[in-house]
């Protein structure tokens, strides 16, 4: 080897020792942890995409935007809402608040929910619910309906009564009680289910708002999940 390539050598290792990100990134679960952000165990998703569990579109993959505060709910987390959810799902209206990838809404649909309205207020995320609509053969059918708004501004204007409501918003936002808080008067059938995710250390109400009752609920690592009915549902 000559002098010069020798020398070379020295200065590229030297330049990679003082700046080791240029060849080993952060890995997301990395960014994560250091964020605050949960991990979510037994998530069998690619990065960037969730996957339908079962029904008509069993095994179908949705698309992920790259948004703050976006995390689909896991597959795990899934399969156990919707296994709650099996006697309820088929014919019901739902409204899936914080929709992000749509992974709760299209899950409902798939299993023959009668209809699931999605609700999101990010432009990029909305694009990517507007491609998997039509991705899954659904640009005008009746049983899908896309709104671009936030959660509040939504139940203000709204006039239906849902059967089952998805509330999982942004876990750094802490919007999981004032929004069950905000159903209650004009928004949920009489049979009515809401499920609601948080971070398993964001404490529950000490009492939950008049007229629901915790129908079930599970931990799943950082990630606690939530049934709530309205008085006089078992």
């Not at 990065?47 to 795990?76: E, H, S, Y």
């Not at 509040?152 to 918003?169: E, G, M, S, T, Y």
């Not at 129908?215 to 950082?222: A, I, L």
Request: aromatic share 8%; net charge neutral; hydrophobic share 40%.
């Amino acid at each position: 080897m000559s002098r010069d390539a020798c020398c070379v050598g020295i200065i590229a290792s030297l330049c990679l020792a003082q700046h080791p990100t240029t060849v080993s990134p952060t890995s997301n679960r990395s960014r994560n942890r250091q964020q605050g952000k949960p991990e979510f165990k037994g998530n069998r998703n690619s990065a960037g995409q969730v996957r339908i569990i079962a029904g008509q579109w069993r095994g179908r993959k949705l698309a992920v935007a790259n948004v703050a505060g976006l995390r689909p709910t896991g597959d795990r987390v899934r399969e156990t809402l919707f296994n709650w959810l099996q006697a309820d799902i088929a014919g019901s209206h739902c409204l899936d608040l914080f929709a992000g990838s749509g992974a709760l809404g299209f899950e409902a649909v798939s299993r023959f929910a009668a209809s699931s309205t999605f609700v999101e207020p990010d432009s990029q995320a909305f694009r990517i619910l507007q491609s998997s609509v039509s991705e899954l053969g659904l640009v005008g059918d009746e049983r899908v309906q896309l709104v671009q708004s936030t959660a509040q501004r939504f139940l203000l204007d709204n006039r239906k009564a849902f059967d089952i409501v998805f509330i999982d918003p942004p876990f750094g936002e802490f919007l999981q009680w004032d929004t069950v808080t905000a159903l209650i008067t004009d928004h949920l059938a009489p049979s009515a289910l809401i499920y609601v995710e948080s971070p398993s250390d964001q404490p529950a109400p000490e009492q939950w708002p008049e007229g629901l009752h915790l129908h079930k609920e599970k931990q799943f690592g950082d990630v606690h999940a939530r049934l709530l009915a309205k008085i006089g549902q078992n």
